[in-house]
């Protein structure tokens, strides 16, 4: 793993972008650090992980690194689906997946010491580069794994399963059991497929 340490940039993902897989960006700050659906991740200086890893594209890749992340994370870590890790049913860590050929850059904001009202973090104590190793070896370890094996760990991690959930599409909302993951990793909500979108839990 070649690792690219800057002290602040805009955006891991954007410099991540043009590294070869294997290669992994990480910052004490990011200026513009984006989540999904064009959202901002901003977290003070030096209170989180924020990495961006350059990996071989694969099938389900944003659930491989969401398994990779809870397992870094520790046993009490959980998946909302799609891509967000909690912790005590509030969100510790955001994934965002981004595909550019044949390599998937996967953007990783975890809180360590610092969390936003209503979100979770890991704790002062913890040990940053450490937590970076750990994760390295998990994404390679996931992304490595068969399909299966990465729905499995998914649903054995998974916070959305089994509850009551809000689905909000472009243009229309609806409301129903989070009953499982498809094949392809979409959410199986009231017996409808939802691909993308946002899932909010309701119970």
């Known amino acids: ?16 972008r043009d590294l070869p897989a294997g290669s992994v960006v990480v910052t004490d700050h990011q200026s513009a650090g984006r989540g999904r659906l064009g959202r901002t991740w901003e977290t003070p200086p030096g209170t989180a992980l924020l990495a961006s890893f350059v990996l071989p594209a694969r099938p389900l890749a944003s659930l491989a690194a969401g398994v990779a992340v809870a397992h870094a994370c520790g046993p009490r ?21 981004e595909l550019h050929g044949d390599r998937v850059v996967v953007g990783i904001g975890i809180n360590l010491s610092w969390a936003p009202p209503g979100a979770a973090m890991l704790g002062a104590g913890t040990d940053r580069d450490a937590l970076l190793e750990r994760l390295a070896a998990e ?15 998914w649903r054995e ?17 609806f409301q129903g059991l989070a009953e499982d993951v498809a094949d392809d990793g979409s959410l199986i909500v009231a017996g409808r497929t939802v691909a993308a979108g946002d899932v909010i839990h309701l119970r």
């Open 157 to 173: 991690r998974a916070d959305t399963l089994g509850r009551t959930v809000s689905v909000e599409l472009p243009g229309e909302r």
């Open 77 to 97: 870590a959980r998946l909302k689906w799609p891509n967000d890790a909690m912790l005590g049913g509030a969100k510790l860590a955001g994934i965002l997946a």
């Open 1 to 16: 793993m070649k690792v690219v340490r800057l002290a602040t940039t805009p955006s891991t993902q954007e410099v991540a």
């Open 139 to 153: 994404l390679e370890r996931w992304f490595a794994a068969p399909d299966a094996e990465v729905l499995a760990a």
